[in-house]
């Protein structure tokens, strides 16, 4: 997060992707760059759980993970380290007007990529404005 | 007219594996093999092969002083030896994995002597005699309890049993002590409990079928079975619940 977080004028609608299982590397990879392909998603967020590079307590401290999944992906040609199993994906529209028709375009993504099922939303899931930890923080 | 021991009230399907979990007399299925020496591997306590290491003396050699329970108990055999306490610890998936941790520790304690048994919301630790624990390690891991892709065998970063699966089926796992071979279509273990390497992958074989988990599951659950169907099991579990709130510790001081 930047120093100096931009507040938007007006929050902007989220698409929440909720696969009914945690998604591979590989199908990430692919669900993305589907995705930043629909016409007016703005910006692409994913969370999951964390996958630690390393163990850091117990008998195994210092050796390397090696999980599968976390590794290089290719999103739009730009080169980004996936370090979570991915369990959710939100997809930032940037005209309100146009989340239906983006909705179902990545309704169609969704159907044709996560054959094991997924749940769709429309909210706001991430903050749009600093917040009263923010400033707790000196953030802003 | 004697005492007949009870194990769990109830007529819906988790009851009855419940029952037949808790139930000494009762043969558990045995579904896969796995060797001793891939079961010592993934323990990790010590190499196959090894001697077995020593807490106190045998107890043949009659150090131990004189005491009526010692006289009572006959000792298993970790104990005889003196050999240490050492742990497994397994992980159970909230999706219809075959056990679930609670009736772990009922059935561990019915089933094991000289066994002692922790209980956490997804994981459950067994503590025993080192040579006693393999066996029952083993035991645990071939038998219907244990289910390749819905079990995990952790005994440290257990986090996963309520995440959902993978792609593959199988249970999160950050550490990744265990990877779906697609070839074989089994489950391998490429490390020990506490995820250091294994020098080779060792399978635990091919996962259960939803239908099949459904069917051996001991999990109350609204999309399977709910507990609420249950009326035996409701109303046993209502009484303790009011016992304990209104009688606290002393559920014998109430009139009912």
Not at chain 1, 18 to 31: D, F, H, I, N, Y
Request: charged share 30%.
């Amino acid at each position: 997060m930047p120093k100096t977080p931009v507040p938007e004028a007006i929050p902007l609608p989220e698409v929440m992707i909720v696969p009914s299982r945690l998604l591979s590397a590989g199908t990430t990879e692919k669900l993305l760059n589907k995705i930043r392909r629909v016409k007016h998603v703005r910006q692409l967020t994913v969370s999951g759980e964390d996958l630690p590079a390393g163990i850091s307590w117990g008998p195994g401290k210092g050796l390397k993970v090696d999980h599968d999944e976390r590794r290089k992906i290719d999103y739009g040609g730009q080169e980004v380290e996936l370090k979570v199993q991915v369990g959710r994906v939100f997809a930032e529209i940037d005209d309100i007007d146009s989340v239906k028709k983006a909705l179902k375009e990545i309704e169609a993504i969704c159907e044709e990529m996560l054959p094991f099922g997924f749940q769709l939303e429309v909210g706001r899931y991430s903050k749009y404005r600093p917040t009263v930890t923010d400033y707790k923080k000196r953030m802003r | 007219m004697a005492y007949q021991r009870q194990f769990y009230p109830g007529a819906s399907l988790p009851a009855k594996n419940r029952r037949r979990f808790m139930d000494p007399s009762v043969k558990l299925d045995k579904l896969r093999e796995v060797a001793m020496e891939d079961v010592v591997k993934i323990l990790g306590h010590r190499q196959p092969g090894e001697e077995y290491r020593s807490i106190h003396p045998p107890l043949e050699e009659g150090t131990e002083p004189d005491c009526p329970i010692r006289q009572l108990v006959t000792p298993i055999p970790g104990a005889k030896a003196g050999d240490r306490i050492r742990y497994v610890q397994f992980t159970d998936s909230v999706y219809f994995a075959p056990i679930i941790p609670y009736v772990r520790a009922w059935m561990n304690v019915s089933r094991f002597r000289g066994v002692d048994t922790g209980t956490l919301s997804g994981r459950q630790i067994i503590e025993m005699r080192e040579r006693d624990l393999e066996k029952c390690a083993k035991e645990l891991i071939e038998n219907e309890t244990f289910d390749p892709a819905r079990t995990g065998i952790r005994g440290a970063t257990v986090h996963g049993h309520a995440c959902r699966l993978d792609e593959n089926g199988l249970m999160f796992d950050a550490w990744q002590r265990y990877r779906w071979n697609a070839k074989k279509g089994e489950v391998e273990y490429v490390k020990d409990q506490v995820a250091i390497p294994l020098d080779k992958p060792i399978s635990v074989g091919k996962p259960l079928s939803e239908s099949e988990l459904k069917k051996r599951t001991t999990m109350f659950r609204v999309d399977g079975v709910d507990m609420r169907d249950d009326k035996e099991v409701m109303n046993v579990n209502l009484r303790i619940h009011r016992l304990r709130t209104l009688a606290g510790y002393q559920p014998f001081a109430m009139k009912e």
